[in-house]
């Protein structure tokens, strides 16, 4: 069984940084594409940033150039470096792990398999 747990995020202002991080636990994990998702209330879960385990990157056009997403496979983490934040970026944030291989192109919440508990980003004017 895959456990995410996340830590990281909370308030800032616009223009500021944050990092988020999310250590995995569980046997494969590491053979897994992982991902950065964010959702606001009312509106459907989308995705921010991709990494395989070779190292393919994908982000959402609204982060990409202000967010990068890396990956530590001796930790079994996975981050997320936000930088110019703006107050449309607050929302809540997840890790997931794409066990079937689809979800680092798709970046579909649908193709992801396990899910870290979320940490909520606020970014104040």
């Known amino acids: 069984q895959v456990q995410l747990v996340q830590s990281g995020g909370g308030s800032v202002q616009a223009r500021g940084s944050l990092r988020l991080s999310c250590t995995a636990s569980g046997s494969s994990v590491y053979t897994y594409s992982m991902g950065w998702f964010r959702q606001t209330p009312g509106k459907q879960r989308e995705g921010v940033a991709t990494?395989?385990?070779?190292?393919?990157?994908r982000y959402a056009d609204s982060v990409a150039g202000r967010f990068t997403i890396s990956r530590d496979s001796a930790k079994m983490t996975l981050y997320l470096q936000m930088n110019v934040l703006k107050p449309e970026d607050s929302a809540q944030y997840y890790c997931?792990?794409?066990?079937?291989?689809?979800?680092?192109?798709?970046?579909?919440?649908?193709?992801?398999?396990?899910w870290g508990q979320g940490t909520q980003v606020t970014v104040s004017l």
């Open positions: 990494i395989s385990t070779t190292g393919d990157i």
């Open positions: 997931a792990a794409d066990r079937g291989g689809r979800g680092l192109w798709t970046m579909s919440p649908r193709d992801f398999t396990y």
